[in-house]
């Protein structure tokens, strides 16, 4: 018997340029699931959830394309994935409003991502930042995925996503999967401040885009080991930050090699550093290559969307019918 695929899902906000944490920590994931036999991928731009943190329609329209060039550097077929921008989706806004009505409030209240959010912009508490799991679970249903591929962030949304497809499907008969979050390979990249995340509104980062030259600015600057303040003094690499990035850049022997020559003051926080710069840009190079590359052709981005967004209506368009059905309503 032929096995169906595993639908797997997952969407990045447009709220900035995309950095290394986001590369390793996601895009690269999405690269290997849709490489991998037996999965079936859609990823998206969550543009209309970025609207509840960042409402500035130029920015939006500047910063989504470049996530979709991000996306097709870093792998992302589009004769493989369905790529596409969620708000060329509008049915997802129905799906939203119809599983809000198997959403308790409190649900949304008790969530740590809004109680964080709201407290970040005390002036623009939004109803999009309230309902913002709902949208969530309207993305992740609408396609009926199986699998979705997040950072422990966002282990909350797809709890309650499973709340609501279980409400629903108790409530109105079976029409949802229950989704898992696929967290097997879900990592933090420290960042450059001495921080344990690396985050685009922290200012601690690497981007995609940063030049081998900024990568070393950055770097030369980074917190390291704080109590190491001469050459001489023995380092504690496992406190260190910049160590912390080695083991994601850097091969297992030259970690290795790192390791002990820190501990031993056999290298300086420089030598250390300029390792690092050299992994990470031997990391971006082919990827800003290969952007350099896609945006030569303007229309591309554009094509690309637009088929995506009807490749993804024609699936989420046929879920929203089924729950309509389900609910009552009757398109007159
Ligand atoms: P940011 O925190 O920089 O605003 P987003 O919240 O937009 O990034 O995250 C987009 C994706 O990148 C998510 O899947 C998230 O888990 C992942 N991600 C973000 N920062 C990191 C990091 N430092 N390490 C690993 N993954 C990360
Ligand atoms: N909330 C996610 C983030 O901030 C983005 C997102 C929106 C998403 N809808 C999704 C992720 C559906 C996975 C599945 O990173």
């Known amino acids: 018997m032929l096995q169906e695929k595993q639908v797997v899902l997952s969407g990045i906000r447009a709220t900035g340029k995309m950095h290394l944490g986001n590369y390793l920590g996601a895009m690269k994931n999405f690269v290997d699931l849709q490489n991998t036999e037996g999965y079936q991928c859609f990823y998206f731009v969550a543009d209309y959830h970025t609207l509840t943190t960042n409402p500035d329609p130029d920015e939006l329209k500047t910063n989504l394309p470049g996530i979709v060039l991000d996306y097709l550097a870093a792998g992302i077929d589009p004769e493989k994935s369905t790529l596409y921008a969620q708000s060329s989706v509008p049915e997802l806004a129905e799906l939203c409003l119809l599983i809000g009505m198997v959403t308790p409030i409190g649900e949304l209240m008790r969530c740590p991502t809004f109680k964080e959010k709201a407290r970040k912009q005390p002036d623009n508490v939004n109803h999009g930042l309230f309902t913002y799991p709902v949208l969530m679970a309207a993305d992740i249903l609408g396609p009926k995925a199986d699998l979705v591929p997040v950072g422990e962030d966002q282990l909350p949304h797809v709890e309650i996503t499973r709340f609501i497809a279980n409400r629903f499907n108790s409530r109105y008969g079976k029409v949802f999967e229950l989704p898992v979050a696929l967290m097997e390979k879900a990592i933090r990249v420290p960042g450059l401040d001495g921080t344990d995340k690396m985050g685009k509104s922290e200012g601690n980062t690497i981007d995609l885009s940063d030049s081998a030259d900024a990568v070393w600015e950055k770097l030369r600057v980074a917190v390291t080991d704080e109590q190491r303040e001469r050459r001489s003094d023995p380092g504690r690499p496992y406190l260190c930050n910049l160590y912390a990035l080695h083991e994601f850049v850097s091969l297992t022997d030259i970690v290795k090699a790192i390791d002990e020559e820190c501990r031993s003051a056999t290298i300086g926080c420089i030598d250390c550093k300029k390792k690092l710069a050299e992994n990470i840009t031997a990391i971006l190079d082919p990827l800003q290559q290969r952007r350099v590359e896609i945006a030569k052709g303007p229309d591309y981005i554009r094509q690309v969307l637009h088929d995506g967004g ?23």
């Open 310 to 332: 009807q490749r993804a209506r024609e699936i989420i368009k046929e879920t929203v019918a089924e729950v309509r059905q389900k609910m009552g309503l009757i398109m007159y």
